[in-house]
């Protein structure tokens, strides 16, 4: 029974990402099909990711989706599956990739957070991340929204820039030094739980 809903699940899946696709130019539709497809199974329709630990990739800056798949292409930046997907595409994939999902539009699931962490991590977002990272207030962002990614993930990425795991975005590891000099472990939650609570 389960795999019998698996399995009508996923043809909707796919029948959802073709409307999507018949939109654009009808000359890229085929090959952008194929190559979005590979990425629905973890990251979502339309990249509005369900998993708990992958990324919503949906309305990314087309420059930061470029840098983190030549990032993982190259080995730069930590992965699990990615670096080693990411191998088997040509620059020019990429570009289609990204003009395609930088395209669509934020879906957000609800995820268990804590109300009082997540009360806190908003006092703390606004003062360290709020620059970059806009939530509140009309300023356009210099880098991706974080509110609704998984909170898993956020978790992940964070450790890694902070263990120097993932040194190709310098900056982020300064911040991340500096915010854990003035703050602890345990702010670092609340921050995660402030960008979880957006649902």
């Known amino acids: 029974m389960y795999y019998q809903r ?9 029948w959802l990402f073709t409307l999507s696709v018949n939109a654009l130019d009808t000359h890229q539709a085929p090959q952008l099909s194929m190559l979005v497809n590979t990425c629905v199974a973890c990251h979502g329709i339309n990249g509005s990711s369900v998993g708990p630990a992958t990324p919503i990739i949906a309305g ?13 292409k190259s080995g730069k930046r930590p992965s699990t599956l990615m670096g080693l997907i990411a191998q088997g595409y040509t620059d020019q994939e990429f570009q289609l990739m990204a003009d395609f999902f930088t395209q669509q539009k934020i879906v957000r699931y609800p995820q268990p957070f804590d109300k009082e962490k ?9 003062q360290y991340c709020n620059g970059c990272h806009k939530i509140e207030g009309p300023t356009e962002l210099l880098s991706n ?21 993932d040194q190709t975005t310098p900056v982020m590891r300064s911040s991340l030094k500096h915010f854990i000099q003035n703050n602890s472990e345990s702010d670092l939650d609340d921050l995660i739980h402030y960008f979880g609570s957006h649902q």
Do not use: C, T, V, W
Request: charged content about 25%.
């Open 6 to 14: 698996l399995k009508y699940a996923l043809l909707f899946s796919g």
């Open 60 to 72: 990314m800056h087309k420059p930061l989706f470029l840098k983190a798949m030549r990032d993982m």
């Open 118 to 126: 997540a009360r806190r991590g908003r006092l703390l977002h606004n």
């Open 145 to 165: 929204n974080l509110a609704g990614q998984k909170m898993p993930y956020i978790r992940q990425r964070l450790f890694e820039f902070i263990n120097g795991e």
